[in-house]
């Protein structure tokens, strides 16, 4: 009887002081997150049914992860309002030190205009921080203004002592007509946009084309390019795109 009271005892115990803690733990909150680099890629038009932008920073501690974004896209005014925002959870256990994020942020389908770009700062204040051209589409029967390669990869290779800087694209053809023709290089401020066009050319006698699994790779030189901190924005085929940040 004795060792039974002990037991029962013991959970109890145990059961007020999981309560204590989830009772005493504070909630995590929703808080607007400047951030320290916008890079806007200057290629969309208002075929593109999903412009975007990429924005990276810093977190002051491990307490801090990214957390959802809410726009708004005032179209008359040409004005977009963005409020990037981070999950805070309060932590006796957060570690003191930066935690660098990268986040791209889709504004859906914009309309044809030059738009500015504001940022909400942890005060509740818009910082303008760049603008955003969405041009009048040169083919509006078609998704992109050309045929983009089906890209689903990319990485940044070699360095000073190895040779020059390159950018890596990859994918796989799935027709045996499509080819890579060449890949247009635009450098826009702190944005490299890769444009990887291909065309659609028969080895066929009959100009017969049938579906195959035909990998690609090529490379793109960047070493020409002053050192910094680029987006590296790719082009894809179905109005996609691969975007990454690279130090060059």
Known sequence: MKLKSLLLLSFLVCVVSAQAVVVGAKPAT????????????????N?????????EGEFPNSCYK??????????????????????????????????????????????????????VDSRGSAIKMGMLPVAQAKRPDSVDNYLYAPVDHIAL??????????????????????????????????????????????????????PVLRPFRTTVDVSGIKNG??????RAMGGQAINQIYDL
Request: hydrophobic residues 40%.
């Open 47 to 55: 075929n593109d049914p999903n412009v975007s932008v990429v924005v």
């Open 30 to 45: 929703l808080v607007p997150v400047l951030p320290r680099t916008v890079f806007v890629p200057t290629g969309f038009d």
């Open 157 to 210: 290779a070699g360095n000073d002592d190895s040779g020059p800087q390159t950018i890596v694209l990859s994918g796989t053809f799935r027709n045996s007509c499509l080819k890579l023709r060449e890949v247009k290089k635009i450098l826009s401020g702190n944005v490299i946009e890769l444009l990887p066009i291909t065309e659609y050319v028969s080895d066929s006698p009959t100009g017969a084309c049938k």
């Open 229 to 234: 901190k680029y987006l590296v924005h790719v």
């Open 66 to 119: 990214v957390g959802p974004t809410k726009f708004v896209v005032d179209k008359s005014r040409k004005k977009i309002m963005i409020s990037s925002q981070a999950i805070y959870q309060p932590s006796s256990f957060c570690l003191m030190m930066t935690v660098p994020y990268q986040k791209i942020i889709d504004l859906q389908f914009v309309p044809v205009g030059q738009y500015e770009l504001s940022f």
